[in-house]
């Protein structure tokens, strides 16, 4: 009899659908089961139905042995960005809320349009398998808990199906600096980020007691910390939108009669921004995880219409600082910027561009990778919550770092050393281990994840 085999996403997070179960053409010992990626809510904006976050869970029952199951994501070609598979490996683990119980799959294959990997289930019981470990609600809210024990924790207001948009503030310093996480909700790795900055800076893990470092930031910096922007969907298992479809990395500034922010579509990105402008903003820092290039990397607001020396001066210092505090940043692989001011106009919408613009001051999109760090590769693991909430406990030095330049006067740049230089990224990451043995080339031009661009240089390119 053949063993029993059940596919469900009824958990935080959960995106799949079930399709088949059918014999292996090639093994006739094993089985293929064949999923679809669940779409998110249709973005009226971006005239697209966003996918490429799963994750699922199988239950297996009346094993007589070993059965190696081949999983086949069918409409793998049809995501948001299908060049991105290429080198993904995904997440298993028998345990979904043990964060750092997730290993990868190293035999993962992206052939014909369809992810395909298998797996040998040895005993009855559940299994999980994700894009990225998810970040549970439970575990948000659980967090939220510990952070009130030492800080001030209010709502900024509610998203559309009524979850709270929660803020953790402290510190007494007078520069204002605001983080905030996982406005595209697929995108776990942020708030396992923002579980690193928090621990550290609010002593979750040592009864409040903080270090030297910590204690001399809270003197520097008034925080303003969103551990999670978008939690409707990541209840939902959305990529990139909240409840009603909309991308709220695109709901920061109106664009033509798209009007943005609203109560009605983005009241997450409303509250926040509102409260923006009340505190003011010295220093902001917006965490995202990147589908295709396998590196941590920081995008500026080049070219908004403020930008100036200054503004690249900043960026520079922030990022060769933070390379320096964790080997897991890099300067050199990252969006390549606009080409001119032009481009920019039309993506003040964005975070990032409509934070620097409106305050005058840094503002830094972080990317962490959903696949290996090719800085510091580890195909067991490859990037994972323990690297992601490492890398946010780093920030600080950079923080530090950049704190006496944000609002100085004069030309400061002149007295930091060169490798504070603001480095023009290159998404040819390929082309950058090769450089010695070909010409440079760019793969493409990225305009911040901007999907109908991506696929328009690619198929001009003749890519896909």
């Known amino acids: 009899m053949p063993p029993s085999i059940s596919i469900s996403d009824a958990f935080d997070g959960g995106n799949i659908k079930f399709v088949e179960q059918r014999p292996n053409k090639n093994d006739p010992a094993a089985i293929d089961v064949i999923v679809h990626i669940k779409p998110d809510v249709y973005t009226e904006l971006e005239e697209i139905a966003h996918m490429q976050y799963f994750a699922f869970r199988v239950t297996i029952g009346d094993l007589d042995g070993p059965q190696k199951i081949n999983y086949v994501v069918e409409n793998a070609d049809q995501v948001s960005y299908p060049e991105a598979w290429s080198g993904t490996t995904v997440f298993y683990s028998d345990h979904v809320e043990d964060v750092d119980s997730w290993t990868r799959n190293q035999d993962t294959f992206y052939t014909e349009g369809t992810l395909h990997w298998e797996h040998e289930h040895d005993s009855n019981g559940s299994f999980f398998f994700s894009y990225f470990p998810p970040y549970s609600y439970a575990r948000h809210l659980t967090l939220i808990s510990k952070c009130a024990q030492y800080a001030h924790v209010q709502t900024l207001g509610q998203s559309l199906e009524g979850r709270e948009i929660e803020c953790i503030s402290l510190g007494s310093g007078p520069l204002v600096c605001w983080i905030i ?108 995880g990147d589908e295709e290039l396998p590196y941590n990397f920081t995008s500026g607001a080049n070219f908004v219409p403020n930008w100036n020396k200054r503004l690249e001066s900043l960026l520079g210092a922030f990022t060769s600082a933070y390379s320096r505090a964790n080997s897991d940043m890099q300067q050199k692989i990252g969006y390549p910027p606009p080409d001119s001011p032009e481009e920019v106009v039309k993506y003040l919408n964005v975070a990032t561009n409509q934070v620097a613009y409106r305050f005058d001051c840094l503002a830094v999109t972080l990317e962490m990778p959903f696949k290996d760090c090719l800085s510091n590769p580890d195909p067991e693991r490859g990037w994972s919550p323990a690297r992601s909430r490492k890398l946010g406990a780093s920030v600080l030095e950079p923080l530090e770092y950049v704190h006496p330049y944000l609002r100085a006067e004069g030309d400061f740049w002149t007295n930091l050393p060169q490798e504070d230089a603001y480095v023009v990224t290159t998404d040819d990451y390929e082309g950058e281990e090769h450089a010695d043995e070909q010409e440079f080339k760019l793969l493409k031009k990225r305009f911040y994840s901007d999907v109908h661009e991506i696929h328009k240089k690619l198929s001009m390119s003749g890519q896909r």
Not at 203 to 225: H, P
Request: charged content about 25%; glycine content about 8%; aromatic content about 8%.
């Open 181 to 288: 996480h996982r406005q595209h909700p697929g995108e776990t790795m942020a708030e396992h980020y923002a579980e690193g900055v928090l621990t550290r800076l609010l002593g979750l893990e040592t009864e409040g007691q903080v270090d030297s470092k910590v204690k001399k930031l809270l003197n520097m910096y008034t925080f303003y910390i969103v551990p999670c922007m978008c939690p409707d969907g990541a209840v939902l298992g959305h990529l990139r939108t909240n409840a009603c479809g909309a991308n709220l990395n695109r709901e920061w500034a109106t664009k033509g009669e798209y009007e943005a922010p609203t109560m009605e579509r983005s009241p997450e990105v409303f509250s926040v921004l509102k409260k923006m402008d009340e505190t003011g903003v010295d220093c902001f820092l917006d965490i995202h």
